[in-house]
């Protein structure tokens, strides 16, 4: 089928790809998934994550027309791109620099944001490790996995909101107050 004809890109090295343009193909093969990108709500600040959905979408193999002037990397005054930078934010050089630096600061601060960090044993150093990982094992089985649920199976989830009362029983609560409020009237 199409995921057969059109891999996407085997590197993730932030560089511009196009599955229309960069990839060859047969004058008479079908033409790759063309997806527009839909933002809604989300912001569309230089740099922004769907942009990186985005490219992560387009390295697949999708063809969607963009360009790389919102994609993180991209230097608005001098007008290029910076693959590189972006390759940084996508294996996650800016938060190994960000636990680099708040490590420094304060180990307090640092041992309470990146908690989970260090009960996996990650440091700094791994994150970059651990992001091409998890690019390869994507690259190896891209469907989607199904979580468990996180309450079994005939158990009821645990309500944050308090539960609705009927009719008759926000009336008693009433009456019980007014009764309250008359017994402390008297006395």
Request: glycine share 8%; proline share 3%; net charge positive.
């Amino acid at each position: 089928g199409m995921a057969q004809l059109y891999q996407g890109k085997d590197v993730t090295d932030g560089e511009d790809y196009n599955v229309f343009e960069d990839q060859e193909r047969d004058d008479e093969a079908r033409n790759p998934f063309r997806c527009v990108l839909d933002v809604g709500l989300a912001r569309t600040s230089t740099g922004a994550r769907i942009f990186s959905v985005m490219k992560g979408a387009c390295d697949g193999g999708l063809d969607i027309p963009h360009s790389t002037s919102r994609l993180a990397g991209y230097d608005s005054e001098t007008k290029s791109f910076s693959a590189e930078t972006l390759r940084n934010y996508l294996f996650g050089g800016n938060v190994a620099e960000y636990m680099r630096s708040l490590q420094e600061e304060s180990e307090e601060k640092y041992k309470r944001q990146f908690s989970r960090y260090i009960a996996a044993g990650i440091g700094a150093d791994d994150i970059e490790k651990l992001y091409e990982s998890t690019h390869s094992a994507i690259r190896q089985n891209p469907a989607a996995q199904k979580k468990t649920p996180s309450v079994p199976k005939g158990e009821k989830p645990k309500r944050y909101n308090q539960q609705r009362l009927s009719y008759a029983q926000r009336k008693d609560k009433i009456r019980q107050k007014l009764a309250s409020a008359a017994k402390k009237k008297s006395q």
